[in-house]
């Protein structure tokens, strides 16, 4: 059963960096077809994309995040990470690790329970 | 605002059919396929139709999924008071490159 474990420090100081990890369970980093993603909710509101990373470590992010973002794997801990520098409140949400399955459409499969990191001056 | 309009509410009584739609544009549903997400109070948003019209296993058939042009609908048939949570749809666009969802549809059984 894949499991998915969101980790971190739930508050973060205005400027600074939010630093998450993502532990997975019941499969590693590199089984095919999934793939890797983070994904954001402002308590009470929808969803918002981060970005996506492969095992392989190749990234893709969202463009809305202006390059404030930056995602890495740990293969041997079967670990991904999430980076975003220069937060400020409009960064503070429930943040999801999710699994994408490559398929004939991709799809969020798989989400961790979510973790609230506030952003605090 | 969202790339993807739904309906900020959808109500319905027990046994009732109920349809919550999914409307975007030629860069996103017109061109890529649509997932559904439904949401309870205080947990992660659950997959219940993949593909557009692909059900998870364990996701009953009351559900069902649906797209055309640049709209997608979530069908739920014969309501039960567990299906009422948040419902939102999400799709790749091409133009934004990146994916979207819409703001979410809060599902309320009478």
């Known amino acids: 059963q894949v499991q998915l474990q969101e980790s971190g420090p739930g508050v973060v100081k205005t400027s600074e960096t939010l630093a998450l990890k993502c532990t997975v369970s019941?499969?590693?980093?590199?089984?095919?077809?999934?793939?890797w993603s983070w994904i954001r909710q402002i308590p009470g509101k929808g969803l918002e994309w981060i970005g996506y990373?492969?095992?392989?470590?190749?990234?893709y992010y969202n463009p809305a995040l202006k390059g404030r973002v930056a995602m890495s794997v740990d293969r041997p801990l079967n670990q991904f990470s999430l980076d975003v520098n220069s937060v400020t409140a409009a960064d503070t949400a429930v943040y999801y690790c999710?699994?994408?399955?490559?398929?004939?459409?991709?799809?969020?499969?798989?989400w961790g329970q979510g973790m609230l990191v506030s952003v605090a001056s | 605002q969202s790339v993807l309009t739904q309906p900020p509410s959808a109500s319905g009584t027990p046994g009732q059919r109920v349809t919550i739609s999914c409307s975007g544009t030629?860069?996103?549903?017109?061109?890529?396929?649509v997932n559904w997400y439904q949401q309870l109070p205080g947990v992660a948003p659950k997959l219940v139709m993949f593909?557009?019209?692909n059900r998870p296993s364990g996701v009953p058939d009351r559900f069902s999924g649906s797209k055309s042009g640049t709209s997608a609908s979530l069908a739920i048939t014969g309501l039960q008071s567990d299906d009422e949570a948040d419902y939102f749809c999400?799709?790749?666009?091409?133009?934004?490159?990146?994916?979207?969802f819409g703001g979410g549809t809060r599902l309320t059984v009478l």
């Open positions: 999400a799709v790749w666009d091409d133009s934004l490159k990146g994916w979207v």
């Open positions: 030629s860069s996103n549903i017109g061109k890529n396929t």
């Open positions: 593909v557009n019209d």
């Open positions: 019941g499969v590693s980093l590199s089984t095919s077809p999934y793939y």
């Open positions: 990373i492969y095992y392989s470590g190749s990234t």
């Open positions: 999710v699994t994408v399955v490559a398929a004939f459409g991709d799809y969020f499969d798989f």
